[in-house]
């Protein structure tokens, strides 16, 4: 971890330290431990944000950490032909390999470093898959799911699908260089990351080294979140402990920091984390399944029209 990176950060533009005269840091509201699960086939997962009250999250709805899983021969795992309505389905693989099909002809191959950005809106069904020759040799898979909310406005409007290279993705530093930002959607310090969204999000993958300290400017109007994919650390101007597995919430303000333990564990040299926040649509949610819609008449249609085969067909070549 991670598949994008330079050898030398300092040849990266750089994010500027806000200054603490005249800007407010985020206060830690909260830092929770993410359960383990299974998704999709079989595959193990971290569900990062369960623990956290929704009041939070909005726009966000879920977020899982896909492995990090070393798989023999035979093992890799994807997930089947499924439904989704009404939000924005983010994959970022870290390590490893997937295969993305969906009903509308959109899809691509992902590996260390890219993100698929795949906007359901009205519906979509669509199948993700290890390629046929790492589930033959097996290898490391890692990765990151996240789902956005969409507004009301446009929850149903036509299904897109972004692909996103690693190599796109804007590459910045902080001022001493003790960080690879890899900045995926929205703006950082007057710098843009490639992906376009309808809910205005950042998102970005942090590598901080042994002992670095970053503080980030955040726009006052959205929320903030930190996911630690591996590393330990401490997050917040109190210093608030922080590790592998779990999240933390930040409260209004317009910076964050972070901070690298000095000594880490050999498999997890740097704190590597998953910084994302995005402007409340502050509107009720109603979730079930694979639909995110306003209300239960509306999940009663999504369930319908996926019934009825409305969502699209499989491709006959690719079931």
């Not at 299974?38 to 896909?66: C, H, S, W």
């Not at 901070?259 to 984390?273: F, G, K, W, Y």
């Amino acid at each position: 971890m991670p598949a994008v990176t330079v050898e030398n950060p300092l040849v990266l533009p750089r994010v500027e330290t806000p200054d603490p005269a005249t800007t407010t840091a985020r206060p830690v509201l909260g830092v929770v431990t993410a359960p383990e699960g299974f998704e999709g086939e079989g595959f193990p997962v971290r569900r990062a944000f369960a623990k956290i009250n929704t009041k939070y999250l909005d726009p966000f709805i879920m977020m899982d950490q896909m492995g990090e899983v070393e798989y023999a021969a035979g093992e890799p795992k994807g997930t089947p032909w499924h439904p989704h309505r009404g939000f924005e389905t983010v994959t970022y693989m870290i390590d490893g390999e997937f295969v993305h099909q969906d009903s509308t002809g959109g899809g691509g191959h992902l590996s260390g470093g890219d993100t698929q950005w795949m906007t359901a809106g009205s519906g979509i069904l669509h199948i993700e898959t290890p390629p046929e020759h790492l589930v033959m040799s097996g290898g490391l898979f890692h990765g990151i799911q996240l789902w956005v909310n969409l507004p009301a406005s446009d929850k149903m409007i036509q299904p897109k699908y972004q692909d996103i290279h690693g190599g796109e993705v804007k590459l910045l530093t902080t001022p001493d260089g003790g960080a690879v930002i890899r900045l995926i959607a929205g703006d950082l310090d007057g710098n843009e990351g490639p992906g376009t969204t309808f809910t205005p999000i950042t998102l970005l993958h942090a590598t901080i080294s042994p002992g670095a300290r970053i503080t980030l400017p955040w726009r006052q109007d959205f929320n903030a979140l930190v996911y630690v994919l591996g590393g330990e650390g401490t997050v917040g101007e109190e210093n608030r402990p922080i590790h592998t597995g779990q999240s933390a919430v930040f409260g209004e303000g317009d910076s964050i920091a972070l901070q690298a333990s000095a000594i880490q564990e050999s498999r997890t040299p740097n704190l590597d984390v998953i910084i994302l926040g995005g402007a409340p649509i502050k509107e009720p949610v109603a979730h079930y399944g694979p639909f995110v819609m306003n209300s239960h008449r509306e999940l009663q249609q999504a369930i319908e029209d996926f019934n009825a085969g409305r969502f699209g067909q499989i491709p006959p070549t690719k079931a």
